[in-house]
C-alpha cells in the first residue's frame, strides 16, 4: 500500500508554478514525505523530502500541512522538461532494519507550451 | 560520471534461460536495492542490501537471487526465465538505509522473454 493519495493527472502552462497535491492522512510522526519523478523510459528521480517542516532545494518546493496530513510540491516555473509521473511516498519501516520506497501511481505532470 | 549504472539496458531472452544484471555505484553509499517496474508501471521493492547484506527480501521468488560481492556492487541473477519476469528492473541506492536518506536510481534494465 502507497499510503498516499494523489489526482492521476494535471496539466500546467510552461513557466507557471506547478502545484502537485498529496494527501498522507495516516502518516505517523517519525515518518518522511518524499517526491520522486519519473521521466519516460527513465529511472526515478529523486526531488525532495521533509519530515515537518517545509523545505526548499534547486529543483522544487514541498510545503506539509501542520497536522502532516497533506503535501504539496511546488515546481516553481514549469518547463516542458518536467512532464513526468510524479510520486508522492511515504517512507515508512518495513520491520526488516531498513526503510523501502512504496511507490504508487502518481500524479502525470503534463507541462503545455 | 553516472551514479548508479546498470547493464545491460536491455535484455531480450528466451523463456527458460539464465541471465544477470549487473549495478554499481560510485557514490559511497552503503546500501543498494533492486526494484521492478510491471507494464502496469507499478514500482515495486524487491532487495535491499546493506553492506553486502541482504535486508529485505520481498517475496520474490527463489529463481531471483541478488548477489554483492562489495558494497559498490548489486548484481542480480535470474534462473530460469518467465513470461511474468518481462519488466523494467531498476537498481538503487542510498546512503544507508535510514528514513532520512533518500535513493538514487539507475536508469533500468528493460527485460523481455520471448
Known amino acids: 500500500d502507497a499510503k498516499t493519495t494523489q489526482p492521476p493527472s494535471m496539466d500546467c502552462a510552461e513557466g507557471r508554478a506547478a502545484n502537485l497535491p498529496c494527501n498522507h492522512s495516516t502518516i505517523s510522526g517519525n515518518e518522511y514525505v518524499y517526491w520522486y519523478r519519473q521521466i519516460h523510459s527513465q529511472g526515478p528521480q529523486y526531488i525532495i523530502h521533509?519530515?515537518?517542516n517545509n523545505e526548499t532545494n534547486e529543483m522544487a518546493s514541498l510545503i506539509i500541512t501542520e497536522d502532516r496530513k497533506s503535501s504539496t510540491l511546488i515546481l516553481p516555473h514549469a518547463t516542458l522538461r518536467d512532464t513526468a509521473v510524479y510520486y508522492c511516498?511515504?517512507?515508512?519501516?518495513?520491520?526488516?532494519?531498513?526503510?523501502?520506497?512504496?511507490f504508487g501511481k502518481g500524479t502525470k505532470l503534463s507541462v503545455i507550451p | 560520471d553516472t551514479a548508479v549504472s546498470q547493464t545491460p539496458k536491455y535484455l531480450v531472452t528466451q523463456m527458460g534461460n539464465d541471465k544477470s544484471i549487473k549495478c554499481e555505484q560510485n557514490?559511497?553509499?552503503?546500501?543498494m536495492y533492486w526494484y521492478k517496474q510491471d507494464s502496469k508501471k507499478f514500482l515495486k521493492i524487491m532487495f535491499s542490501?546493506?553492506?553486502?547484506?541482504?535486508?529485505i527480501n520481498e517475496t520474490v521468488p527463489n529463481r531471483f537471487s541478488p548477489k554483492s560481492p562489495d558494497k559498490a556492487h548489486l548484481n542480480l541473477h535470474i534462473n530460469s526465465l518467465e513470461l511474468g519476469d518481462s519488466a523494467v528492473y531498476f537498481c538503487?541506492?542510498?546512503?544507508?538505509?535510514?528514513?532520512?536518506?533518500?535513493?538514487?536510481f539507475g536508469d533500468g534494465t528493460r527485460l523481455s522473454i520471448l
Open positions: 542490501y546493506n553492506n553486502k547484506e541482504l535486508i
Open positions: 521533509g519530515l515537518k
Open positions: 538503487a541506492s542510498s546512503q544507508d538505509s535510514g528514513l532520512n536518506q533518500p535513493q538514487h
Open positions: 511516498i511515504v517512507r515508512f519501516h518495513s520491520g526488516a532494519g531498513s526503510y523501502q520506497l512504496t
Open positions: 557514490l559511497g553509499h552503503d546500501t
